[in-house]
């Protein structure tokens, strides 16, 4: 019997999570398998149940740790203008619109999500909310509630401009998109902004 250290498990699983992380982005649930998800980690179908429970288990597991990451490699600690502005003029770029799997989750993923059973769709609430709630002590919105719709808005935005650039055949056509989806973003922040 192979032994291994205490802590195989969690890394075991961890990295099933960060590979298909990858896949999901890149190439969405539906052509996303259990066996190709583990092969990606380096192992075989048959460990998958040692680990998730189901699918939707894996993905809504994907999906906060995705959430969680961006927002930690963002704006770890207390976030400010400056750090967000160079977030969005990342998460606006022809290098995040070409790359989906290193990129955002809610770009690649928000159809697959919005079509996803109750765990999956809570998973992404949590995570959305978490990053939304830091934008929206950046406002001065002094009603909590709207901050965080204004919040959301932004998030929803990005996102909607990610998806029609990575969509658009003219490279330059896209870029332009890119570049107003950033100027808007910013006039939003704006225009919510403390004096």
């Avoid at 040692?50 to 990451?69: E, G, N, P």
């Avoid at 765990?119 to 406002?139: C, E, I």
């Avoid at 909607?160 to 490279?171: F, H, K, M, P, Y």
Wanted: glycine letters at 6%; hydrophobic letters at 40%; aromatic letters at 6%.
């Amino acid at each position: 019997m192979v032994r291994y250290k205490t802590d195989h498990k969690a890394e075991t699983r961890q990295r099933i999570i960060e590979q298909a992380g990858r896949r999901l982005k890149r190439d969405g649930v539906d052509r996303s398998g259990i066996v190709s998800l583990m092969a990606d980690a380096g192992l075989t179908n048959g460990a998958f149940y040692a680990h998730f429970s189901s699918k939707d288990d894996l993905i809504a597991t994907v999906v906060a740790d995705q959430l969680q990451r961006q927002r930690e490699r963002n704006w770890s600690g207390e976030l400010d203008r400056a750090s967000f502005e160079c977030f969005v003029r990342d998460y606006l770029s022809p290098a995040h619109r070409d790359h989906p799997e290193e990129g955002c989750p809610s770009a690649a993923l928000l159809d697959d999500i919005a079509r996803s059973g109750d765990a999956v769709r809570q998973s992404y609430t949590v995570g959305m909310l978490a990053m939304s709630d830091d934008v929206a002590k950046l406002l001065a919105e002094p009603d909590p509630i709207r901050a965080r719709s204004v919040a959301l808005s932004v998030f929803a935005s990005m996102a909607g401009t990610l998806q029609v650039a990575r969509a658009i055949s003219d490279d330059q056509l896209s870029r332009d998109l890119l570049d107003q989806g950033i100027a808007n973003v910013l006039l939003l922040l704006d225009r919510s902004a403390p004096d």
